[in-house]
Antibody, heavy 114, light 107 residues
């Protein structure tokens, strides 16, 4: 059974870097693509990007200069880094399996505030 | 970017009702369309992919249709656990884009 669990600091200061991990169980990270999606408070879902099984990445153009998605094969974990955050980056962040988002984690709330 | 226009934004219905949600793409996307269900505090759930194929374990009261630019999600015989927010997603081209969501509420 595939299970995804996001974790990371719940509070990040403006201009700093948001870092989240997604622990994956039930499937090998290297066999699939993996995605990140976020949901700002009171708003809909926003696609952030995907790391393809080849290791290449594709990001939303609005975030491309600030975002990095990577995988840690030894720990079967997916990572998200978002630099120079502002209040607009406050959101629940989800990781998901495949570009088609077949399975999702429950999400991790990250608040950007001083 | 491909814009996904989802309607209605909210919908009130009773248990047992049949409801339809639509998504329109700003460009043709073939059948590269998925539907998701989200209850706050829970992991979003994938319902349908390639416009009309049910994901494993999804009840048959959910169905999807469409091709090109116009797509629908139909729930036949609403159950209490179906009251949630529903989103469409186009994955024909990057960046992938979601519809704005449809909040399905109990009448």
């Amino acid at each position: 059974q595939v299970h995804l669990q996001e974790s990371g600091p719940g509070l990040v200061k403006p201009s700093e870097t948001l870092s989240l991990t997604c622990a994956v169980s039930g499937v090998s990270l290297t066999s699939y693509s993996w995605s990140w999606v976020r949901q700002p408070p009171g708003k809909g879902l926003q696609w952030i990007g995907v790391i393809h099984y080849s290791g290449t990445t594709t990001y939303d153009p609005s975030l491309k200069s600030r975002v990095t998605i990577s995988v840690d094969k030894s720990n079967n974990q997916l990572s998200l880094r978002l630099t120079s955050v502002t209040a607009a980056d406050t959101a629940v962040y989800f990781c998901a399996k495949d570009a088609g988002l077949e399975y999702w984690g429950q999400g991790a709330l990250v608040t950007v505030s001083s | 970017d491909i814009q996904m226009t989802q309607s209605p934004s909210s919908l009130s219905a009773a248990v047992g009702d049949r409801v339809t949600i639509t998504c329109r793409a700003s460009q043709r996307i073939a059948n590269s369309l998925a539907w998701f269900q989200h209850i706050p505090g829970k992991a979003p759930k994938a319902l349908i992919y390639v416009a009309s194929s049910l994901r494993g374990g999804v009840p048959s009261r959910f169905s999807g249709s469409g091709y090109g630019t116009d797509f629908t999600l139909t729930i036949s015989g609403l159950q209490p656990e179906d009251f949630a927010t529903y989103y469409c997603l186009q994955y024909n081209s990057f960046p992938y884009t979601f519809g704005q969501g449809t909040k399905l509420e109990i009448k």
